[in-house]
């Protein structure tokens, strides 16, 4: 089935991130190994994906994974992505997400049909425009896009003399493309980022790449499944006290 193949192409995918051998178990639950270099999260953070019912957490300290394991075991798969319910059995300092991840194959992808106006930069073509449109949604909302770091064109959408939504998408392992979508705060509500992701999107199918969309607000989760994107996991980052002496054996 195709839910099956996105299934475990998402799931190939986080658990190279995870830089160390570790797998989905296929009975479901969580899986924690060391890993202090792994991408699922910032440097000495811990990282928690869940892809289906399995999850796999990489903690920077074997201290930090002995914490993991117990809360895994205290705790629900829902609830290990419960911030609420965290703070309850582990010493959690700081935290980012929790995020839905989407994911989309050619067959399941509904392009919009609003298309017009949409122009492609070449890649790595930063316009001032561009630029101007991620000053003006503010540093920690154009972080979270990502649309500065992107490897594809960029696609674009202009009102007058303004680029008022972008996207486009970052290629990452696994022949993965990492979406990236922005609005300008004064023009969102419009459904510009529907038609500037669906732009972005066709392109990475076109060029044999699994779209991935990465979601917190409530909006962008939509905008993803009005394109078929279908919600298979979720990511979250924890920073936790108590750090132990023995972090990065």
Known sequence: MADDLLLARARELWAELAGTPVDFRPSGGVNVVVAPGARLCPPSWTGVVRIGDAAIVTAPSVRTAGMMDDAARRLSLEELFEVARLRVVLPVLDVLGPAALFY?????????????GVKQLPVGHVTDDLAELLALAGEEEAGESGLADISSPAFTLRRGDEVVAAAGYQSWPRSVAHLSVLVAPHYRGRHLARTVASAAVAH??????????????????????????????????????NAPADQGR
């Open 104 to 116: 989309v194959g050619r067959d399941g992808f509904l392009p919009a049909h609003e298309v017009t």
């Open 204 to 241: 990475a199918l076109d060029v044999g790449l699994l779209p991935q969309w990465r979601a917190r607000p409530y909006p962008s989760q939509r905008v993803a499944a009005a394109l078929g994107f279908q919600e298979l996991g979720a990511q979250l980052s924890v920073r936790l006290g």
